[in-house]
């Protein structure tokens, strides 16, 4: 089991910055994951936006955020981060903390593990 707990959400104007967090706790303290980033607006899929595997050598982007976002990871603190730069009013959506035992895992809708969400919204 991991428990997701997403922060750091909120109004934004357009090409500002915004840095969301993702806290987990496993109850395994041994066992590794990677982890990512959905967003969803009303009445849409969620979509994926990106990915990290457990030691944060590898990550993956949306064609959509590649170059604006930027993925982190600190595990020595179980907290992953998404900077987000270059804000677009199309990245406006409720943004969702997911986990799972590989980066193939995380980057699916699919991904066992989710986090309540935390809503970004962008004016133009």
């Known amino acids: 089991q991991v428990r997701l707990a997403e922060s750091g959400g909120g109004p934004v104007q357009a090409g500002g910055s915004l840095k969301l967090s993702c806290t987990a706790v496993?109850?395994?303290?041994?066992?590794?994951?990677?982890m990512g980033w959905f967003r969803q607006t009303p009445g849409k899929e969620r979509d994926f936006v990106a990915a990290?595997?457990?030691?944060?050598?590898?990550?993956y982007y949306a064609d959509s955020v590649k170059g604006r976002f930027n993925i982190s990871r600190d595990n020595a603190k179980n907290i992953m981060h998404l900077q987000m730069n270059s804000l677009k009013p199309e990245d406006t959506a409720d943004y969702y903390c997911?986990?799972?035992?590989?980066?193939?895992?995380?980057?699916?809708?699919?991904?066992?593990?989710w986090g309540q969400g935390t809503q970004v919204t962008v004016s133009s």
């Open positions: 997911v986990a799972d035992e590989a980066l193939a895992l995380v980057v699916s809708p699919e991904a066992t593990y």
């Open positions: 496993s109850r395994n303290p041994m066992s590794t994951y990677a």
């Open positions: 990290i595997t457990w030691s944060g050598a590898t990550t």
